[in-house]
């Protein structure tokens, strides 16, 4: 879409993005025909999709800021430009809404991940000792150390000495990353996935990486082929 107006060519330019951009992000663009004193048209400029609602004349429109007072437009000096929904036609609904839930996903997943590596979000493991020789003491020392490891610089060697201990006499039981195992990379990738196919764009478009994969499937290929032509 090309907006021209009156302006210089990079008013022109910026007129065209922020009307883009609002289509995109709310399904919903709105441009404001101003005319001079003489009635005849003299510039299109977009008004904020944000913060325009619609009058119960459908031709009426207003444009609110919470604290401001509310200013309406001349009747009929708005064209709308709106994602069709199938339960209404008075605003427009942009397409991206069925891919929040992935979106979620991927924030949960890294938000996940994150807590994991500041070593809070996990459980830990579970210290296993069988050898008959350790007495309370040793046992006391032992959960001192480990509270201690705990926290920042929390990558510390434990020293632990059984004269006759065998193999299986301490085992430890990483409870933490067995709850960690929630395959991160294939999260991401697929929530990415969902992204790029809700958005109808090639991830080369978009800066992705391009999978053997998706390379594989024929009906994404010729989607592609289509889009970049």
């Not at 006499?169 to 196919?197: C, H, T, W, Y």
Request: aromatic share 8%.
């Amino acid at each position: 879409m090309t907006l021209r107006c009156s302006c210089s060519c990079s008013c022109s330019c910026s007129c065209s993005c922020s009307l883009a951009l609002d289509y995109l992000v709310f399904g919903n663009a709105y441009l404001e025909r101003q005319e001079n004193r003489l009635g005849q048209p003299l510039k299109l400029v977009p008004a904020l999709a944000k913060d325009v609602r619609r009058g119960k004349a459908l031709d009426n429109y207003f444009f609110v800021q919470p604290g401001q007072v509310d200013h309406e437009f001349t009747p009929g000096s708005i064209g709308h430009l709106l994602e069709p929904d199938i339960n209404q036609e008075i605003y427009g609904l942009p397409e991206y809404l069925s891919a929040l839930n992935v979106a979620w996903l991927d924030n949960a997943a890294t938000l996940f991940r994150r807590r994991y590596y500041k070593n809070g979000g996990h459980a830990g493991f579970i210290l296993y000792l069988s050898a008959p020789a350790h007495n309370e003491a040793d046992i006391e020392a032992l959960q001192e150390a480990l509270a201690d490891s705990r926290g920042p610089g929390n990558f510390r060697n434990l020293l632990m000495y059984l004269p006759n201990g065998k193999p299986d006499s301490v085992k430890v039981i990483p409870i933490g990353e067995v709850a960690a195992k929630d395959n991160f990379s294939d999260i991401k990738s697929v929530s990415r996935d969902d992204q790029l196919a809700v958005h109808r764009v090639p991830p080369a478009l978009m800066g992705g990486r391009v999978t053997p994969e998706v390379l594989a499937m024929p009906s994404k290929r010729r989607r592609y082929s289509t889009a970049t032509r």
